[in-house]
């Protein structure tokens, strides 16, 4: 891709104390790609840790790059200026290196976050993500953003927007989960045959600790890396993906196992043995959205 750095720093359900810190660290130990978005309720601290160290002369605004994402309840194309005003504020930032339509789903915008109805489920707005494309290229002409892409598209879904007869800006990336459990193959070649970069997602199962064990077991004391989740990183990296976000809360942890995935290969039956994990496991289901007409995860891919 060469515009986006490959390796980054996931904020999701990092708490509004701990991420500062985390911030810090991450640059201290070279990071410089941040993935963040508005509903993780944590920009305001990613963007204090930011500010500390470009304070410090660590780092340059130029050196890095910050990802945010529009929430589903500012699709509405008059509410997407007002919603990259808001991350832009709290992470006391002049513009976004990426913004990303976080999911393909509008919901009634207002107060909640996650409007609801009588049954639970999210109250759908009646906004196309069509018309949210054509807000969201509004800010990189106006200077807000850099770059624009997508979140949780399923192909077809992302298909649509790429044959838009009036599209004028081209998504960079499709941000997807994606990890040795949901290896998501189909939709990342659908992805790189239209020329779009793909992003993962808890590249190293999330919460799952099942998964980085068995990875643990099974790959144990090969090559030299006994950390389960440096083989996972490097599978993504090496056969499938151009971008991922891994997320640590144990920060010695996170320096030693995630940066140092590139200076060795996985032979051939370690891939094999980690693809063959492959359940079609999803994490990130978003079940109380799964009445939206827009709901990606109905189709295969």
Request: proline fraction near 5%.
């Amino acid at each position: 891709v060469g515009k986006i750095p490959i390796l980054g720093l996931g904020t999701w359900k990092a708490a509004p104390g701990e991420v500062t810190e985390a911030v810090k660290v991450a640059i201290d130990a070279g990071y410089r790609h941040f993935d963040c978005a508005y509903l993780y309720n944590n920009e305001n601290d990613v963007g204090t840790g930011i500010q500390q160290k470009i304070k410090e002369g660590v780092v340059r605004r130029e050196d890095l790059f910050i990802v945010s994402k529009l929430w589903c309840t500012y699709h509405k194309k008059a509410l997407v200026k007002t919603a990259c005003y808001k991350s832009l504020k709290a992470l006391k930032l002049d513009y976004l290196d990426l913004y990303l339509i976080h999911w393909p789903m509008g919901f009634k915008p207002g107060e909640k976050d996650l409007p609801l109805d009588r049954n639970g489920m999210v109250i759908p707005s009646e906004t196309d993500y069509l018309e949210t494309w054509e807000a969201m290229e509004d800010l990189v002409i106006a200077g807000l953003v850099k770059y624009i892409g997508v979140s949780n598209f399923n192909h077809e879904q992302l298909e649509r927007l790429l044959d838009k007869p009036d599209l004028r800006i081209k998504p960079i990336t499709n941000q997807i989960e994606c990890h040795p459990y949901l290896t998501q193959r189909n939709l990342i070649r659908f992805c790189q045959s239209r020329d779009v970069s793909v992003t993962a997602y808890r590249p190293l199962g999330g919460s799952c600790n099942t998964l980085r064990l068995i990875v643990d077991i099974r790959l144990a004391e090969k090559s030299g890396k006994t950390a389960p989740c440096q083989r996972m990183v490097t599978l993504l990296w090496d056969r499938v993906l151009y971008t991922m976000f891994p997320k640590f809360h144990n920060l010695s942890l996170g320096q030693a196992n995630t940066l140092q995935v590139f200076d060795f290969e996985l032979a051939e039956q370690e891939v094999d043995e980690l693809l063959c994990l492959d359940r079609d496991f999803r994490m990130a289901r978003f079940p109380i959205a799964e009445n939206h007409k827009d709901y990606p995860f109905n189709i295969e891919y």
